[in-house]
């Protein structure tokens, strides 16, 4: 025996000396920190962020807008249903007080290649799809190649430098990079939904369907209404429920999603108990239209909860694509027609943050002139980027708040004539065409009708015929996809660690993609450089600054009119929910919360004593 350990021990060391000299190993770990060390070890329990005791049963009933007609959220093609999520794992999952942090799921570890060339998974044996066969290696290879082939255009941009992926053994999946400088690519690969390979052998992958597909996750649909409703029910046998990673999450039995026409609508449903939970999107919504008898009888929780997630660029989005918009003067100009200052005080009830960057609310967005390791970024790159960039501080226009907003016109009007364009008869004149400047903003939500209405008739002021289209989310999302608008209200969320999403986002590469979300059109080398040196900084403080230095170049091109921002979370909820006593820093973990019986019992009873009054 002790001679056989000996052997054993003796072959390590032998191949472990067979390696190039100098060459490091990689090992085997728990999670992947895209940058810095993680902060959960690999004996942990449970994150800090949930209650890993919590009950579990109930219903948690949510809305969705609109409507869906397919189960199949990985193509462009049709609408899929709200919270189809829920039924699918990933290889590894993220950490929600943590900044790009992610820990085994599907995969139990993750060993990433000294030189970055490579990662490769090893699967968890226990891993089940929820007909009790085993998820393997094949069905990760299969899922890979099948969404960059066949599913939504933005995996074959997000995966563009993955050259191979392999089998190593029935539970260890490899792929291989074209170069090393792509330090976030196997945190992006960790992210990867898996699906069966051997469910699509007798269904057509790039379809719509309705028919409830074969998952893994901790939920499966068991009900649904084409378009109105879809309930999904907690997997009792899910594989993964007892995992650190897991505990304490998807406490609900089940979880409803009705659907509404509009934001309107559906809360007034909520205020009738149709659903239980909401977050609120208008300012207007939040401070008048909460007052009514179950909220002031305790029946239903009002409140805003602070937190630290980057709040992205929301925006009015030019289309570059439309001739109008190719000059920056033009942009600016129409900048000017935005007042916020007034919007804030008389539309918004002074809720919100004028937006300055585009990584709002996190240490990555810009601020006043650039500092020398930004410079560094930024000096090859003069000539090519707006000269602003290096003498000014951006500010989006501001005025004083008294909606007259006689300077930004006079401001506007000089940059209009700049670019060549004159008002005859107080129509503005485009040059290129002889006639009249015309603006469309393209809406699916009735709400932003009233901040788009004074845009237009500062617009008009200009000489420009601006309009409005409200359509439904069926047609705005087939318009968007094939990018048929002037100007829409439109934005990007933000990581703390941006990376490959920033290509889809404002790269070359997608700005004639369809279904993209590089919204505005931009096709600028300097932008493709800056996005090539965000994905490939080395450390954490060096992608700080070149972050900062992207943001500064999109900002003084104008691309977008920025709008504003929170910084809480606004939610409503009838009383029957037990939640942590900690909420993560950069989400509001619902998926932690649990149906507490005591208090849906004394809800029951309020809501009895209400209707009888």
Do not use: C
């Amino acid at each position: 025996m002790i001679w056989s350990l000996f052997l054993r021990s003796l072959s390590v060391v032998l191949a472990v000396a067979a390696i190039a000299p100098g060459a490091a190993i990689a090992l085997p770990k728990h999670g992947h920190a895209l940058l810095g060390d993680l902060k959960y070890g690999p004996d942990f329990k449970h994150f800090d962020y949930v209650n890993p005791n919590a009950p579990i049963g109930g219903t948690a009933r949510q809305f969705a807008i609109g409507g869906f007609d397919s189960l199949n959220p990985f193509i462009v093609k049709g609408r899929a249903a709200a919270g189809i999520g829920l039924i699918y794992d990933q290889l590894m999952a993220s950490s929600a007080d943590e900044a790009s942090a992610q820990y085994g799921l599907i995969a139990e570890s993750i060993e990433t290649a000294p030189d970055n060339t490579w990662v490769i998974f090893n699967l968890r044996a226990a891993a089940r799809w929820h007909d009790g066969t085993p998820i393997t290696a094949d069905d990760v290879i299969w899922t890979f190649d099948t969404l960059r082939s066949k599913g939504h255009p933005t995996y074959r941009t997000y995966w563009a430098d993955v050259a191979t992926v392999a089998a190593l053994a029935p539970t260890r999946v490899k792929f291989a990079f074209k170069h090393g400088d792509n330090k976030e690519l196997a945190h992006i690969l960790g992210q990867l939904t898996v699906l069966p390979k051997a469910y699509y052998t007798t269904r057509e992958f790039d379809k719509t369907t309705l028919e409830p597909p074969l998952g893994s996750g901790p939920y499966r649909v068991i009900e649904l209404e084409a378009g109105r409703s879809i309930t999904f029910e907690r997997v009792a046998t899910y594989w993964a429920k007892d995992l650190p990673i897991a505990r304490g999450h998807n406490n609900f039995e089940r979880i409803r999603y009705d659907y509404f026409l509009d934001q309107t609508v559906a809360l007034e449903a909520f205020k009738a108990h149709v659903y239980d939970f909401r977050a609120e999107s208008s300012a207007k919504d939040w401070a008048t239209s909460y007052d009514f008898p179950a909220l002031k009888q305790g029946l239903v929780v009002k409140e805003e909860i602070r937190h630290e997630v980057p709040t992205g660029m929301q925006a009015f989005v030019f289309n570059l694509r439309r001739p109008l918009f190719k000059d920056r003067r033009v942009r600016e100009a129409i900048a000017h027609t935005f007042d916020f200052e007034w919007a804030n005080a008389n539309l918004f009830y002074g809720q919100y943050v004028r937006t300055a960057s585009y990584f709002s609310n996190s240490e990555l967005a810009s601020s006043g002139l650039p500092a020398a390791e930004e410079l560094a970024v930024l000096n090859p790159l003069r000539g090519t980027v707006p000269d602003e960039v290096f003498t000014k501080a951006f500010a989006p226009p501001a005025t004083d708040g008294s909606g007259q907003n006689r300077a930004g016109l006079r401001a506007a009007t000089q940059l209009l004539a700049a670019a060549g364009f004159a008002v005859k008869e107080q129509k503005l004149i485009d040059p290129k065409t002889g006639g009249q400047v015309e603006i469309e903003f393209l809406l699916q939500d009735q709400r932003f009708e009233r901040i788009v209405a004074p845009v237009i008739r500062n617009m008009e002021r200009l000489g420009i015929k601006a309009r409005i289209r409200i359509v439904d989310t069926a047609q705005y999302q087939k318009r968007t996809d094939t990018f048929d608008y002037d100007m829409i209200v439109g934005g990007w969320g933000q990581s703390l660690s941006p990376g490959n999403e920033q290509i889809d986002f404002f790269g070359s590469a997608s700005a004639d993609l369809e279904g993209s979300r590089n919204l505005a059109g931009i096709k600028d080398p300097a932008i493709d450089k800056l996005i090539e040196l965000i994905i490939n900084a080395p450390d954490r403080k060096t992608l700080i600054a070149r972050t900062r230095a992207f943001d500064r170049v999109l900002l003084w091109n104008h691309f977008v009119v920025p709008q504003f921002h929170i910084q809480s979370y606004r939610i409503a909820y009838w009383n029957k929910f037990g939640r942590p006593a900690v909420t993560p820093k950069y989400s509001l973990g619902f998926n932690t919360w649990w149906v507490d019986p005591a208090k849906e019992a004394a809800l029951k009873r309020g809501e009895a004593q209400l209707k009888g009054q």
